[in-house]
């Protein structure tokens, strides 16, 4: 049974998917947030087979909440309502690790505006797949 993973954003929401064996975590895609962005997380989950959905929720190093894990929330509510199993987890760290990750492995600094956007959206799968790596290992 596969599981997808979320990190949201204000911006790009990214995706990560795990393997049949719900061992191993990859990352997916990106999809753009807005109001329609749990439409789209269901899509991807019910075409990649996935039959639950971690989604992030961003807490402050303190452990305390504010806007964004409100929004978190919210889009999780959304996927639920349309008949997922949604899982909430705690996402600190996911897009430091991501970045660091991408840095080590010899991604190169970009140098223009559409390289930048690449980077940001390779950084948001690679955070949900660290998030859904974390997950895994949990259970």
């Known amino acids: ?3 997808l993973a979320v990190d949201p954003g204000e ?20 999809i753009a947030a807005g109001p329609d962005a749990a439409l789209r997380v ?10 639950t959905v971690v989604v992030g929720l961003p807490r402050r ?3 305390s909440e504010g806007a964004e894990a409100a929004a978190a ?11 997922m199993e949604v ?3 705690d996402e600190r760290m996911t897009s430091r690790i991501a970045e660091r990750t991408l840095a080590a492995g010899g991604r190169r600094r970009p140098r223009d505006r559409r ?13 949900a797949a660290v998030l859904l790596q ?5 259970r």
């Open 87 to 89: 899982v909430l987890w």
């Open 115 to 127: 390289e930048r956007e690449a980077r940001r959206a390779a950084v948001d799968a690679a955070a």
């Open 11 to 30: 911006v790009r929401v990214g995706l990560a998917l795990s393997d049949e064996t719900g061992t191993l975590a990859s990352p997916l895609a990106t």
């Open 134 to 138: 974390s997950y895994l290992d949990r």
């Open 61 to 63: 190093l303190d452990g």
């Open 42 to 51: 269901e899509a991807a989950a019910r075409e990649s087979g996935a039959a």
């Open 73 to 83: 929330r919210s889009l999780a509510a959304g996927i639920e309502a349309r008949g």
């Open 1 to 3: 049974m596969r599981i």
